[in-house]
């Protein structure tokens, strides 16, 4: 299969051009820095310098493909002007390239479960249900979903929720850090119900997708089906690492105060950020879950890692690699 990847560079991206690559794929991706894409050359991917706002370099990088997959999105940004530039009208850029050049390729969008919204507890979100977003990153992302459906492309949207595992410098890596304190500040009480996915296991799904006929036109939430609480996540990441983590809840009105200071800070000195108080729209919901069983019943994909597997590999490799 010949594939275009976006996002290439980064976490999810690294992942599922690891992924295309050994099953034989011809991977091109389309990246910002040469330098920090070295790696894929040296790989054999083909490499299109540029962004989603690039005409001639999304036309170029378009061409001749079977599959596209755009993982490339904005998760931080100063306001939604910022996210909507990106994740819907750099989709819509990049549509526009692969409608040209590539019409018959497989469209794959990385959406998020954030594009939906919040679940209720004990009841995962079903991909029918009504979208509801609650942050600028969850309605930008659900905007890019409006243009790939509008599209007239075969496209298939996967929404994974919270992504952990090896190449995550950010959220999974923060929490083993913390726990090490043992008092860990928890938004909420600790019984948000939350879907996770393994990397791997996100990026084995996405190919999936790509490959089977019955996807077409539908979205799917790609998650592991265990549902767990963000107490047991912080518990089992403490039991992980040998030692019991002691939870400090935050009430929302200091969450939302702490936040409104750093995204305050990060204005101030031009810089993007998710810290902003429209993330406590996020944080204080009783759930954010999402049902697979309609991605798996379709295209045969089955998650490897639940939670306590995927965190003991995810801890394994930030011992390996000097980072814990």
Known sequence: MKALVTGGTGFVGSHLIDRLIAAGDEVTALVRSPAKAAGLRERGVRLVLGDLHDTAALLQAAAGQEAVFHVAA????????????????????????????????????????????????????????????????????????????????????????????????????????????????????????????????????????????????????????EVVTSGQLLREIGQIIGTRVRLVPLPRLVAVTALGIAGGVAGLLNRKTILHPDKAHEFYQPAWSGDPQPLIRTTGWTPEFDMARGLRAAHGWYREQGWL
């Open 74 to 225: 904005l998760v931080g940004a100063r306001d939604e002007a910022e996210y909507q530039r990106a994740n819907r009208d750099g989709t819509a850029n990049l549509v526009q390239a692969v409608e040209a050049r590539s019409p018959g390729a497989r469209f794959v969008l990385v959406s998020s479960l954030a594009a939906v919204g919040p679940s209720e507890r004990g009841s995962p979100r079903g991909a029918d249900a009504p979208a509801a977003p609650v942050t600028m990153y969850g309605r930008s992302k659900l905007a890019s979903e409006a243009v790939v459906r509008a599209s007239r492309l075969a496209w298939v949207i996967a929404r994974p929720p919270a992504v952990y595992g090896p190449r995550d410098r950010d959220n999974f890596l923060a929490l083993f850090r913390l726990a090490r304190y043992r008092l860990c500040p928890i938004f909420g009480d600790g019984t948000q119900e939350l879907s996770l996915v393994y990397v791997t296991d996100l990026a084995a799904g996405l190919r999936h997708a790509a490959l089977s006929e019955a996807a077409a036109g539908q979205a799917f939430f790609l998650n592991h089906p």
